[in-house]
């Protein structure tokens, strides 16, 4: 079954194509990287805030300080679906930037409507299916997967990415030392399937 066509429920989404889908969801990965490996924010209208928190360590007399990828999910998925979204820290006072729809329309050459429309659109699906019990993950390119299984929201990243964040060695010395990190991490060749335990997820966005 393509999730992407219309049911008897009637039309789920516009005809976003495949190809249409990637771009732009490979185009926002791109963009979150960017602005976490610039320890910047980043907000997602429908689908949530990225994040970095300093975590410091003391090894052998020295302080490192691991930069610590968080997401929090949005508040309409949370509430709609009485979801467990885990507690990584967000400072409440602290504005992020709002995902710059511009520039992704610019960078997949689609006007900036249908960039929105593509995300609106991905998201409503993706509530749609959490609404019928399914789980799934949505892929975002050389970052990692979110996850949703039952009432449970996790984030995974790539431990690649991991270590472009924070060096590789800090890294090494994180996943020992900070509660929870070693849980955050994938390898690149991770399925989403292999994370959950009945095997079976939708996968966004394709």
Known sequence: MDFWDAGQEG??????????RAAVWDTVAGYVHQQLLLRKGVRIPTLGSFDTIPERLRVRARELTVQRPV????RNLT???????DKAYLPGDK?????????IAAATFVSAKRVVGCIQATMSLFSRCIGKGR???LILKDIGMLLIEGTRVQMKYYR???????????LKEALLRVPGMLDLVIPHTATAASLTCSGRVI????
């Open 135 to 137: 789980n799934v993950a």
């Open 160 to 170: 690649d990415f991991l270590e472009m964040m924070t060096g590789k060695d800090t």
């Open 11 to 20: 039309p789920m989404v516009p005809p976003f194509t495949a190809v249409v």
């Open 203 to 206: 996968i966004f966005p394709e």
């Open 71 to 74: 997401f929090r999910l949005a």
């Open 95 to 103: 504005l992020l930037e709002p995902l710059r729809y511009a520039q």
């Open 79 to 85: 509430n709609a679906h009485q979801l467990t979204d």
